[in-house]
């Protein structure tokens, strides 16, 4: 009924609306068409090149300019100093694109993909990224989803369907998007309604998951003044990695055994719909209704791990004193040992357990009331929103042998309002301004099954720990921002937001296992109160020596907020050092970027390069330690980023249909002056030497080294060929891009083997085309390299780490790594009418 009640407010309380939340700048290498002219874009509709929202009007434009609003008015890309990449939508569905991960591919420097507990998403872009582990951490790199902010990171199991276009903005952004960020955002606008009827559907298989799905979408007008819009899409796959467990597996306890949940990895099972409805009964007035759902069930965030042993070793290391499965190995080669645990363990007691089988049980719904008052001297527009997502899952991080599983509850509440003004004085001087708010509620409770132990009358289970944490935000700012018109070449703009966060926050141990008590008692109690504020100051100066070059410089400063860790274990320390423990402070960055951008070459070459320096103060990080079970949070003193990224397409004379592009993105990040935690086997002669308490040593030097997930050097390069085959309108289009990423660390405390090699991706796609379009036949293939890339990894417990700290030996634990998919081909069809 609340929740009801809720998406209710979300669709009648709003009294005045949006200002499209996209943002375009540096566009992606694309397939589509290169101008707004060429793309033939009608309301709400999205041109590869950034095509306007609903509610903007292009003032004339040329061969290859693209308008876009990315200050909140409408301007020429080529005028905009602002340092975004855009991938638009007809690039998405030439791709098949329709996985966060899949988009990462498409833009330098971006690495993401699926991780376990806490926010289930490991989310980096120029090196600067949020932790998986934690769930009390809000995302640096956070998602906007047709004006709705979202800074869980479990918006990486939305799956993206009818997308008009995702703009990856880099570096903090504090004005625009509803919320500071510290590390950038990833916008995501799906198409509107449009003002004649239309709609489509397709349908296709992938053959290495054996996968089937189907999309459709309906849009067109309802009367003079409404239009509405419905899509959605199902699809099925089996999986595209080998479960190597055996049937049965005996477990450690006599009569019981662990079995196969099935034969493929990777499966997953995922439907959602999108709703849309505009009235716009003047020209002074439009509302606009956006509310869409999601269900995504598939073998859960450790479906896609694969065991890597630690030094480099080629056999996986005893737990415990239990033996490793003869079915595991230590290889990243799409093969891992996935089972069941127990029956008899999975009903007893467990929470969330269900019958044993790993599994990952995702569902999300949002509105948003978004309108646009037009008037002089202001505009106002108002976003309401509201969004919920609810995850159960259960997770095997060790294989068929050792029982290293946990699983979890995740739910979150956030209703959010933003409203603000847009001046439209007739002199050199504009202003925006207005205020954003956002109350979050967000429930996170785990069990965990992590040693060998048998049945516990008392409590009734085997499970080792239990967990209820949680908390509730309250986020709160207001913005301003002056353009000031210096002349006809000079522009300076400045404004600064200015947030207050709350957040209340608690955890609960409650009664497991009483083998582990004396570790993890029940019964121990702990809460938070956190508050801060901050103002983050932004200016820019643009330079236009001539109508097609622009040069910028601009200033910025991000802020995220701190709070406290709700996935630390609960030992019997004293309430007051749990506190102490699980605080975490704010995380703030300051820095600034130039800019180039130039159109030539009668309008067929559009190029842009950006140079930008950062540093991140108290960046927010974590480490899991497997010997103890625990989770620790804290502040990395300093991260510097400094590199230069680039962005080229050209329409080759001579040869209609034929266009080249490229992106690349030199990237040069550093730790400074930051102390933190040994990786579990670290000894002293491999540089655990500092910090030392009760005869160990507890902590490293970061100082000058690079950050997980940080490639030097990331690029991408392809062309596009389209070409009529008869005089009856049909056409022949090919495609294909490579993307290359150096190597990279893909471990919190940077461990000398969890390094990811440099490694490059191809994708193509050949697309036979009907007349006018109405009908299109499509093989496509991605990853046809068939790389298997880490994203991250954890520490499998228990499984090593001995010896920290000390003189040695020591031994270096096992990591559980996650895989991104490995070669997906497709055969599409997909009608128009």
């Known amino acids: 009924m609340k929740r009801s009640l809720r998406l209710a407010l979300v669709a009648l309380t709003s009294t ?37 929202p609903a509610n903007t009007t292009p003032s004339a434009v040329g061969d290859g300019e693209i308008i876009i609003t990315a200050r909140r008015r409408d301007e020429r890309l080529l005028d905009a100093p602002v340092a975004v990449t855009a991938v638009g939508g007809e690039t998405l569905t030439q791709y098949q694109a329709t996985r966060v991960s899949d988009i990462a591919t498409l833009v330098p420097s971006l690495i993401a993909g699926k991780a376990a507990s806490g926010s289930s998403a490991s989310i980096f872009l120029r090196g600067v990224g949020s932790t998986a582990l934690s769930a009390g951490f809000d995302q640096s790199v956070s998602f906007v989803i047709d004006g709705l902010p979202m800074s869980r990171g479990r918006e990486i199991s939305l799956p993206q369907f009818d997308i008009q276009r995702v703009e990856v903005l880099k570096g903090p952004q504090a004005l625009f998007f509803g919320k500071n960020t510290t590390g950038g955002l990833i ?10 009827f239309e709609g489509g559907i397709k349908g296709g298989y992938g053959f290495n998951a054996d996968e089937h799905y189907v999309e459709g979408y309906l849009s067109g007008p309802v009367s003079d003044t409404l239009r509405a819009r419905v899509a959605g899409r199902y699809s099925k796959a089996k999986g595209a990695f080998t479960n190597t467990a055996a049937d049965e597996y005996t477990n450690y306890i006599p009569g019981q055994f662990r079995t196969r949940d099935r034969d493929r990895r990777g499966f997953s099972e995922a439907y959602g719909a999108r709703g849309t409805v505009e009235w716009e009964p003047s020209s002074a007035f439009k509302l606009q209704v956006k509310g869409g759902f999601t269900k995504v069930t598939d073998g859960g965030p450790t479906d896609i791990i694969e065991r ?40 007893a007691n467990y929470r969330y357990a269900r019958n044993g089988d790993m599994y990952g049980d995702f569902a999300s719904q949002y509105g948003i009331a978004t309108a646009n008052v ?62 954003f708010y956002a109350y979050g509620d967000f429930l996170f409770n785990t ?45 300076l703009s400045a404004g600064a937001r200015y947030s207050l966060e709350s957040r209340d926050s608690y955890q609960r141990s409650l009664p497991a296992n009483a083998a582990f008590a004396a570790v993890f008692p029940g019964g121990i109690a702990v809460s938070d109160r956190y508050r801060d504020d901050n103002i983050s100051p932004q200016a820019t100066i643009r330079f236009k020596p001539d109508t097609d070059t622009t040069l910028y410089a601009s200033y910025k400063q991000g802020f995220k907020a701190g709070g406290f860790n709700i996935s630390q274990a609960l030992t019997p320390a004293p309430t007051a050092v749990l506190q102490d423990q699980g605080r975490f402070g704010a995380e703030t960055a300051e820095g600034g970027e130039i800019g180039y951008r130039t159109l030539a070459f009668n309008r067929r070459l559009t190029f842009s390069l950006t140079a930008y320096r950062y540093e991140y103060k108290d960046l927010q990080v974590q480490f899991f330690d497997p010997t103890t079970v625990s989770l620790t949070a804290g502040n990395a003193g300093k991260l510097r980023t400094q590199g230069v990224e680039a962005d080229v397409n050209f329409r080759v004379p001579g040869i209609d249909g034929f266009s080249l592009r490229g992106a690349a993105a030199y990237n040069d990040a550093k730790y400074q002056d930051y102390v933190g935690q040994c990786y579990p086997g670290q000894t002293i002669a491999l540089g655990c030497n500092l910090q030392p308490a009760g005869g160990v040593f507890n902590a490293q030097n970061y100082d000058g080294r690079t950050p997980p997930k940080a490639p030097k050097f990331a690029g991408r390069a392809g062309f596009t060929f389209e070409t009529p085959v008869s005089g009856s309108g049909w056409s022949v289009r090919v495609t294909s891009d490579v993307s290359y990423t150096s190597k ?4 919190d405390a940077l461990r000398p083997d969890a390094v990811q090699k440099g490694y490059a991706k191809l994708d193509a796609a050949l697309a036979l085309n009907g007349p006018n379009e109405r009908w299109t036949l499509s093989v496509i293939g991605r990853n046809l390299t068939n790389k298997l890339v880490v994203t991250a990894a954890n520490d499998i417990p228990f499984a090593g780490g001995t010896g920290t700290g000390t003189a040695g030996p020591g031994v270096t634990a096992d990591m559980s790594a996650f895989v991104d998919n490995p070669r997906e081909v497709f055969v599409e069809l997909a009608f128009k009418f």
């Open 374 to 435: 037009t008037s002089d001297p202001f505009d106002v527009t108002s976003i309401t929103g509201y969004y919920h997502f609810r995850q159960y899952d259960l997770n095997n991080v060790s294989g068929e042998a050792y029982p290293a599983g946990f699983s979890q509850l995740a739910d979150f509440d956030q209703f959010s309002q933003e409203l603000r003004f847009q001046s439209k004085f007739d002199g050199p001087f504009n202003l925006l301004f207005g205020g």
């Open 187 to 196: 916008s995501v606008s799906s198409n509107n309604p449009t003002d004649t």
């Open 16 to 52: 005045t609306a949006i200002v499209p939340s996209a943002v375009q700048a540096q566009v992606a290498p694309d397939v589509g068409p290169t101008t707004a002219q060429e793309s033939g874009t009608n309301r709400g509709e999205a041109s590869e090149t950034g095509a306007r």
């Open 447 to 491: 069990d965990a099954y992590i040693a060998p132990l048998p049945f516990d009358p008392g409590t009734g289970t085997f499970v080792s720990f239990k967990r209820d944490n949680g908390f509730k935000t309250h986020s709160m700012s207001v913005f301003v921002e002056g353009t000031l018109n210096l002349s006809e070449q000079f522009e």
């Open 744 to 747: 990279y660390n893909f471990s």
């Open 308 to 347: 890597l042993c630690g030094a480099g070793r080629t056999t996986p290391l005893p737990a415990n004193g239990i033996p490793p499965s003869p079915n595991a190995d230590c290889q990243i080669n799409g093969r891992s040992d996935q089972s069941a645990i127990p029956i008899q363990v999975a009903q």
